[in-house]
C-alpha cells in the first residue's frame, strides 16, 4: 500500500489551515452581547423629569460606565457604546458620591435629609439644598461615572417659603465714662452688641471749654459681634481743657451687606446714656437660573430631577 500524499496536498491542507484561523480570529473577534439600552435609560429619565408631579423609577442594566450630560446619556460596556437623548428637555444632576442627594434621590425626605439647616436660624435649607445640587451638576455632568448596575431616578420639589432666616438685631449705648473735675467731658465710650463683622465709626464732634472746635474719631471691626470703642483724653491741645457737653455724634454701621446704618445725635451729656437698638431684616437668595432648576408656576416649588448610576 502507498501511504505516501501527493505534494500538492500538503499544501492544500497548510491553505486550508491558515484561512481556519483566520477566519475563527473573526468570529472570536466578534461582539459576544449588546452594547447597553441607552434608549430605555433616557426613557426612564424622562418619564420621572417630564412628570407634572413628583415621581420616580428605576431600571436595572448592564454597563461599566455612563456619561449623562444635560439630557443626553452615554453607556459603555464591553460590547461597545451607546448614545440617547430624552425629547423632553430635562437637566438632570448626577448625584453620584453626594451622600444626601443620593438618600434623597432613593426616597428619603428632603426634611429629614436637611432638618439641620431647617433647625438653624442663620441657615436656609433650600439654599443649602440647591447648593449642593450646584457642585454635584459641576462635578458629573458630562464625566465618566462607574455603573451601579441600578439606575436611580427621582424628581423631587421643595417650597422655597418651607424655610425662613431669622432677623439679626443690634444695639448701642454711648455714654461719657470719664470727667474732669468740673464735670466735663474726658472720655466717651461706645459699646455695641450684635452682628459678628460689623464695622463701627464713632465721631465726636463739639467745642472744648475754652470755646475751641473738637472732633475725635474712632473705629473698629466687631469680629465676633461685640466690644466697645473708647475715645479717652479728650482734652484741648493747648492747654489741656476737656469737651464742653453735650457733645454731637454720628456712629456708622458698615461691613453688612444691604445693611448700613448711620445713627446720630446731639444729646451726649454726663449723666446718663444714649441708646440705639436696629433690626436687620434677612432673606435667602436663590439662584433659580441653574439650568437643573425648573421653577413651577402651577405649585410655586423648585423642581430637580436627581439620578444616580
Excluded at 76 to 96: I, L, Q
Excluded at 205 to 222: A, K, M, N, Q, V
Excluded at 261 to 278: A, K
Amino acid at each position: 500500500m502507498d501511504w505516501e500524499a501527493p505534494v500538492d496536498a500538503w499544501y492544500v491542507f497548510l491553505a486550508v489551515s491558515i484561512v481556519s484561523v483566520a477566519v475563527a480570529g473573526v468570529v472570536f473577534g466578534l461582539p459576544t452581547g449588546p452594547p447597553p439600552d441607552s434608549n430605555q435609560a433616557a426613557n426612564a429619565i424622562e418619564s420621572v423629569a417630564s412628570s407634572p408631579t413628583e415621581a420616580s423609577a428605576t431600571w436595572a442594566y448592564e454597563a461599566e460606565t455612563v456619561v449623562i450630560d444635560g439630557p443626553t446619556i452615554e453607556m459603555e460596556n464591553e460590547h461597545g457604546t451607546s448614545h440617547a437623548s430624552a425629547e423632553y428637555d430635562a437637566v438632570v444632576v448626577p448625584v453620584n458620591d453626594s451622600d444626601r442627594l443620593e438618600n434623597i434621590a432613593r426616597g428619603a425626605a428632603f426634611e429629614a435629609e436637611y432638618a439641620d439647616e431647617l433647625d438653624d436660624e442663620d441657615t436656609h435649607a433650600v439654599q443649602a439644598f440647591l447648593g449642593e445640587l450646584e457642585t454635584a451638576y459641576e462635578k458629573n455632568s458630562g464625566e465618566p461615572m462607574t455603573a451601579s448596575g441600578e439606575l436611580v431616578v427621582r424628581q423631587v420639589s421643595v417650597d422655597p417659603d418651607g424655610d425662613e432666616v431669622e432677623n439679626e438685631y443690634e444695639s448701642a449705648t454711648l455714654e461719657v465714662t470719664e470727667t474732669s473735675r468740673f464735670d466735663n467731658v474726658r472720655e466717651v465710650t461706645l459699646s455695641y452688641d450684635g452682628v459678628s463683622g460689623r464695622t463701627v465709626e464713632l465721631n465726636l464732634d463739639g467745642t472744648y471749654t475754652t470755646g475751641s472746635d473738637l472732633s475725635y474719631s474712632e473705629d473698629r471691626s466687631f469680629r465676633f459681634g461685640d466690644g466697645s470703642i473708647v475715645v479717652s483724653d479728650i482734652s484741648s491741645p493747648d492747654v489741656g481743657f476737656a469737651g464742653d457737653p453735650p457733645l454731637s455724634y454720628t456712629v456708622d454701621f458698615d461691613g453688612i451687606a444691604g445693611a448700613d446704618i448711620t445713627w446720630s445725635g446731639t444729646d451726649l451729656g454726663v449723666d446718663g446714656t444714649v441708646t440705639w437698638d436696629n433690626e436687620i431684616e434677612r432673606s435667602a437668595e436663590f439662584d433659580d437660573s441653574a439650568p437643573f432648576v425648573e421653577h413651577r408656576e402651577d405649585t410655586d416649588r423648585y423642581h430637580v430631577t436627581l439620578v444616580i448610576v
